[in-house]
DNA sequence: GGGTCAACCAAGCAAGCGCTAGTGTAAATC
DNA sequence: GATTTACACTAGCGCTTGCTTGGTTGACCC
């Protein structure tokens, strides 16, 4: 129980720990396994966090602390349109999706392992993307692009681009701007 | 380890294991804990069920069965044309989503912990499910009520679909009607 | 060249896990 | 009235779990 920083060699135990969640899923990775993945032994782990909650929390904060910061990004290089900002919106989330396909995938399905300290606090980084999108589906309603309920249509939006973890094969002909572009197209009346 | 059958008891028992599985998740809910909230002994329970596995596919076989009845049944009572059949669709969907709330969550969150062999089973009812899906889509394609690439269009709407269990509140304002009706004129290019 | 410190290890504890074996019992069946 | 069946019980086996303890190692600092 010694540290708790964000230390190179901890972020890299994070990244390992984030496969294997997604592999057997959390409560079935033993902090055996966990270990052996990273090429020490279990006791040792627990020099790096403090128990085995404390490595799920550390996967999900990294997932979506880097998704948040993609974003802002591609707001901001981005065409100011309505249609540019919501295109790159999509583009960089399912871009976030693939290349930290892990903790992403952590967070969706392991979400409510959490214990209520650490959800509190990831709780308030996922308010701030959310938020992102929400300000990005305003500005859409506004200028006549999509229409309806602004709530409804930003959870449909994120559960469509969320979705995409359970079927989605990189490898195969569509790329994320693809699907980014449809999915656009499929809610803002024009022609795919 | 005496029988498999689906008695009247055994489906009483499964929708108390779906319960308790959502709120634990699987592999924290224990067979004690699962027999205590049954009424029973944890040895007793090994008489209804082959093992702790078997209760988890009976769950999602019960919910997933469900929904295939209630589409089935919603795409014959309702209109001919191609946007009611969505609609009948997205709102059977929604329906089923809330009455057997516990077991769509389950399936859900809990299917990658299934074994090969269940798993195997159970697909074939979902792919079922889901061919009536992309089928409905199809007319509408057809129709020139949606556009798009088929395939992405069915995955985007299912998607939005099933996000709707973590967000969806019962007691909230909107009825599922409400949701279906504006999933559908979102992708439809209508006014709300 | 003694002190510091992050990183690691070996060994194991207490608790909890899924599941089994063997038994009791009341109702249904012959 | 004997037998079977369905359902429940008690007791516990063999194993794994997350985590702790006490100690070692090697790189760096003054």
């Not at 966090?49 to 910061?69: C, H, M, P, S, W």
């Not at 449909?156 to 969320?162: P, T």
Request: proline residues 2%; glycine residues 4%.
């Amino acid at each position: 129980m010694n540290v708790m920083n964000d230390s190179p060699r901890r972020k890299e135990l994070t990244r390992q720990a984030a496969q294997l969640f997604v592999q057997e899923g959390f409560d079935r990775t033993t902090v055996r396994m966990l270990a052996q993945e990273m090429g020490i032994k279990s006791g040792s782990l627990f020099h790096h966090f403090r128990d085995k909650q404390e490595i799920l929390a550390a996967v999900i904060e990294e997932g979506t602390q880097n998704a948040l910061v993609m974003a802002k990004a591609a707001l901001e290089d981005c065409d100011q349109s309505a249609e540019a900002r919501l295109q790159a919106m999509a583009r960089a989330h399912l871009q976030t999706l693939l290349t930290d396909r892990n903790a992403h995938v952590v967070a969706l399905y392991e979400w409510r392992r959490l214990e209520p300290g650490a959800r509190d606090h990831l709780s308030h980084l996922r308010d701030a993307y959310e938020s992102l999108w929400e300000q990005v589906i305003d500005e859409a309603l506004e200028a006549g692009l999509i229409h309806g309920d602004r709530f409804l249509v930003s959870r449909f939006v994120m559960g469509a681009l969320n979705w995409t973890v359970r079927w989605y094969d990189p490898s195969g002909p569509r790329s994320t701007d693809d699907l980014a572009h449809e999915l656009v197209a499929m809610i803002t009346h024009r022609a795919a």
